[in-house]
Each structure stands twice: as C-alpha cells, then as structure tokens.
C-alpha cells in the first residue's frame, strides 16, 4: 500500500533562517508526487509535481526536489508569510492522491 | 475568475442524521473529487467524478455517496452520521480528471457531528 511519511511534524524558524521538510513515500510505482501549501481554514494550494528522481522545481523561496524514496522541500531565506502548513503527496490513479499528515512551518520576525 | 466554492462552509450534525455538502467547481473544469481531512493529518480520497461517472473511491463506507450533474457541480452525501465522520470536507477540481493534471481545492466544509 502506498504511504506518505513527512517530517518533522512541526517546525519553527526565524525569518531568514533556511530549512528543509522531508517527505519519504512508499509507492508500487510513482506516478507523480506533489507538494500543497495549506493556511488555516483553506483548502490546500498547488506547489509543484515532480515525476523522476533527480528532477527540481523552483518557485520563489522554494524549491522542491525527488530522489527515488524521497522529496524535500528547501525553503531559502524564509518569510513569515511562508507560514502554512506544507502537504506531500503521492499519486495514484487519475486524481487520487494519498496525502502525508503535513508539516505546519512557522517562521517568525 | 471564480474559484471552487463549496457549500455550507460550516455544519453541526448529531449522530444518525444525514448531511449533504455541495461543489461548484471552476468553469471548465469536468472532474470533481472530494477528499476528508480529520483535524492534523492530510486530506483523504472520497470519490472522483468525471463527466458523471464515477472514477473513483477511496476506502470510506456505503453510507458516502456522491454524483455529479450536468453542469459539472457535485454533492456529497453522508448518511447515518457518526463522531468520526467530524471532520473538514474539501472538494477539488480540474480540467479532465487526468493523473498529471494539479487540482484546485475550495475552502471546504466544517462538519461537526454531535
């Protein structure tokens, strides 16, 4: 069965203060794996997809890489508008995805 | 551009009643999925609708069931409501259902069973 591990469960940075969330998944066969900002009360939002290991995407403060077994999300020079909780997620078949529990970032000024 | 909206935002149940929850998705947008997130964890598949028909179900009981209309939009219903089934309710949409394709989540619904 396909699983989604993040970690940590939480983390708390200072603005400026770079970082990593980890995202370990078991998969008969990766499909695509995708990362999701979530803020309070809203539905997740669209980050990225990464379908092969060694492939990396950008988007402003954060970058998103794939190996085989894992992704990581770096977060360059955080802002505490990055704060949010950031969801992994692996799919399945058309738009199932099986979701990690998150890692809630909290970046402070 | 409107994106996916989704009603009631929030719901308070007792247990055994039944409760239906609504979607609109983005104009365009042919497939419908709805997901369960419990407080702390990530959202988990329901179902997937594409032109009406199912595409499909994640491991929920027979008491989910859901459809889609013509116009695209989709219900979700829960019958026979337990604690459990507490939890917030999002729905997400995207052109044609395709596995490559992202999707676009509303805000949700807060269903609270009591």
């Known amino acids: 069965e396909d699983q989604v591990t993040q970690s940590p469960e939480a983390l708390r940075l200072q603005e400026g203060e770079s970082s990593s969330l980890n995202c370990s998944y078991t998969?008969?066969?990766?499909?695509?794996l995708f990362w999701y900002r979530q803020d309070p009360g809203k539905g997740p939002e669209f980050l990225f997809t990464?379908?092969?290991a060694g492939e990396e995407k950008e988007k402003e403060r954060l970058k998103a890489t794939l190996t085989k077994k894992e992704s990581f999300l770096h977060i360059t020079a955080p802002k505490p508008e990055d704060s949010a909780t950031y969801l992994c997620a692996v799919q399945q078949y058309g738009n199932k995805l099986v979701f990690g529990a998150g890692t809630i970032l909290r970046v402070k000024s | 551009d409107a994106g996916v909206t989704q009603s009631p935002t929030h719901l308070i149940k007792t247990r055994g009643q039944h409760v239906t929850l609504r979607c609109s998705p983005i104009s365009g947008h042919k497939s419908v999925s709805w997901y369960q997130q419990v407080l702390g964890q990530g959202p988990q598949f329901i179902f997937q609708y594409y032109e009406k028909e199912e595409r499909g179900r994640g491991n929920f009981p027979d008491r989910f069931s859901a459809r889609q209309f013509p116009n695209y939009s989709s219900e979700l219903n829960v019958n026979a409501l337990l604690l459990g089934d507490s939890a917030l309710y999002l729905c997400a949409s995207s052109p044609s259902g395709g596995g490559d394709e992202k999707l676009f989540f509303g805000s949700g619904t807060q269903l609270s069973v009591l």
């Open positions: 990464l379908y092969s």
């Open positions: 998969v008969s066969g990766l499909r695509g």
